[in-house]
């Protein structure tokens, strides 16, 4: 049976499109109370979720190869095998994976979630939300 994605009462249909990536990167977080204050490396497992419409064209919404050139480029080229605190102040999960979204924000990538894991079971979601000003990532003055 043909498939007709426009039709009468049919809207163009919102997609979104994972695709999941990996790097190593070594880190410490000096302050921590706990183990972290270590210099440690975890096995940064990163799930990129962008949203946008399916083109009535092409059928896609977001092509796969593109997504994964843009993630390499603005992120994995630039933090796998890195010391993170050679570019974060605090090289957090939470911290590292606010850089990623506005890295891959600018680059022109509609973004719905990341999931940065850094073990099997410990991960933070960021879907570009705030609620108040926190420490500065940006290499700049620090907090
Ligand atoms: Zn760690």
Redesign the pocket.
Known sequence: MHYEARGPGRTIPAMLVARDFRFEAA???PDHPGK?RHL???SYRLRVVCRAPVDERTGLAIDFAELKRIVHEEVLDLLDHAFLNERFPI???ELVAVWIWDRLAAAGLTLDEIELK??ESCSVIYRGEGLSHGPRIDGGEGP
Request: hydrophobic share 15%; proline share 8%; aromatic share 0%.
């Open positions: 880190h410490q977080l972290c440690h490396g975890h090289p957090s999960a850094e073990t």
